[in-house]
Each structure stands twice: as C-alpha cells, then as structure tokens.
C-alpha cells in the first residue's frame, strides 16, 4: 500500500536554482526518510529524520517534518546536473513492538537539472 | 568493500517458467527485503526477512517465492502464477542502528 505521495511528480530547473520536493503521508510514522535514484540504478538513502525532529541538514539537502500536517519536504540548494535523478520519500510506520523497519515508498520525484 | 550483489543484472524469462533473482549481502545485516518497481512508479514490497529460517508476504506476493538458509542470501523466485512479472527487482538490507536501507543494483526482468 502506497503511504507517502511526492509532489511535484517532475521537476525541471537550471543549475544553481534550489529544488524542493514534498511528501504526504497517512499514518502515524516513526521516521520518514528520503532516497534517490539515478535511472537503472538501486534507491541511494540520503537522510532519516525521526519523528520528534523538525529539520535535518545533510550538505545541500535540508528535510523538514511537519507531524501534525503529516508532510516532509526535501531541498536540495545550488542544483548541479549531476542531481537529475528520481527522489523518493519513505516512512516507516510506528511499530507496536521490536523489529525492523517495513518502509512503505512513494511514487518518487523526477528531478531534471539543466546545465 | 560491503554491499549487496544482485545477480543477474538482466534477465530473460518465457511464459510458464520460473526464474530465480541472487541477492547477496556481505554487511551482516539481519533484515532483507525484496521490492518491485514499475516504470514510473514507486516501490512495491514483495517479501521481507528479518531473520534466518523466516520470512513475511509484503504487499504483492501472489506469484513469488523466498528463502533465507543463511543470512547472507535471500534469493526471490518468480513463478509461472505471476501474469505480470517484467520489472525492475531491487533488494535492500537493513541493519539494527535503523539508519536507513541499503540497496543493490537490482535486477531487470522482462517476459519474452
């Protein structure tokens, strides 16, 4: 069952221009993490934020999460070419007991960034 | 040099049999995990381990198979019941620190 939702579905910008990508989620998470993926490849993990956090900053990339509205948001600043991939959001929901994570992805951003 | 091997990169498969994907992981993680992704799409979870000698259905199992007899392997076969199995396969792991999932390079399959 798909939970997280990214918004836009394609983004298009020139170098040097930020890019910001959001996710919606439905249920109660215990954190929310953000993957890429060049076309053909595997998802790359770029950042977890947990649920009692409200801002992450890795390098270029900046996540926020907002619990009560249920969203996160991804920026990445100054776009290089080498960004263009696809950019997905996962959460992993809350567990009643120990054990692993069980992410649930979204459909995913594509992300093209113009030389 | 730690990671995980998916074998074969390409993969071809006629109607009525089955195939069987390699993932291979040498990080000494516990939990493995098998998605499909479709053109355009997000992933799908298929099966999921996170154990030795047990594993759990995802979302969309009708019409595959696992194992794991070791923790290093958790090998996925596709079945002649799947109707509709060309896809991209990626399997990740994920260890206990709970820092995210690793992937391999998945494996492309396609129906001839």
């Known amino acids: 069952s798909q939970q997280g939702e990214e918004d836009p579905q394609a983004l298009s910008i020139q170098e040097g221009e930020n890019a910001t990508m959001n996710c919606s989620y439905k249920?109660?998470?215990?954190?929310l993490q953000w993957y890429r993926q060049n076309s053909g490849r595997g998802l790359v993990h770029l950042i977890l934020i947990r649920s009692n956090e409200r801002e992450k900053h890795s390098g270029r990339l900046r996540v926020t999460l907002d619990t009560s509205k249920k969203s996160s948001s991804l920026l990445i600043t100054a776009s290089r070419a080498a960004d263009t991939a696809s950019y997905f959001c996962a959460t992993a929901p809350i567990r009643f007991s120990g054990g692993y994570n069980k992410l649930i992805f979204g459909a995913g951003t594509r992300l093209a960034v113009h030389p | 040099d730690g990671g995980i091997t998916q074998s074969p990169k390409y993969l071809f498969r006629k109607e009525g049999q089955n195939v069987t994907l390699s993932c291979e992981q040498n990080l000494n993680h516990d939990a493995m995990y098998w998605y499909r992704q479709d053109p355009g799409q997000g992933l799908r979870l298929i099966y999921y381990s996170q154990i030795v000698n047990d594993f759990q259905k995802g979302d969309i199992a009708e019409g595959y198979s696992v194992s794991r007899e070791k923790k290093e392997s958790f090998p996925l076969t596709v079945t002649s019941a799947q109707k509709n199995p060309t896809a991209f396969y990626l399997c990740?792991?994920?260890?206990?620190?709970?820092?995210?999932?690793?992937f391999g390079s998945g494996t492309r399959l396609t129906v001839v």
């Open positions: 249920t109660s998470i215990n954190n």
């Open positions: 990740a792991t994920e260890g206990p620190t709970n820092y995210g999932y690793t």
